[in-house]
């Protein structure tokens, strides 16, 4: 069985409202806003933030998803800017949990997944940095604007593409889950 890049997640008509108590929490529980962070991926008290994300915590219990963690996915690189950061250059996430669902949360118009083939990349596993990788010479599998939810295969090479009209920072949630999702998608 081949799995997806991706799957979009149609079915989440608050969207609105889990992006804006989001960023409500991010503003008011860090200091991400003031201090971009010069890490992609930033842990966060995620208990926390899911007491004051009550929208997002019936979704998932809706869906029957039980939340394992929650993270703050935040970009930075300017539109066209030369010399994109390190943590948005391609690269497979940490294993062993592949699928998860992204959020979009802020500024999020223009700013893309890419999913590449990449031949001899490293078995999923540990996090792999694949930066040295000439995109020229791979071939893109997907990419995907990211403005809806998506179940997200990060054991795929994957990178961000901050497009021309992007405003950043670009911030986006991650949602683990204590159940494996990865059958949606298959
Ligand atoms: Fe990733």
Known sequence: MVMKC?????DCDCLDQISKEAMTWIRENTDLMENWPHLFWNKIDYKHFLLENPTLVKWCADHKLAIREVAVLFAISEPGGKNPRVNEQLHIDDGPLRSKINFPIYNVK?????WYDVPDAPPFGPAQ??????????NMIAEFETVKPVVFNSSIPHRIRIGPNAKVPRIQIAVMFLQNIDYMLE
């Open 6 to 10: 991706y799957k979009v997640v149609e």
């Open 110 to 114: 223009d700013t893309w997944t890419e």
């Open 129 to 138: 940095s694949l930066a040295d990788r000439d995109l020229t010479k791979l």
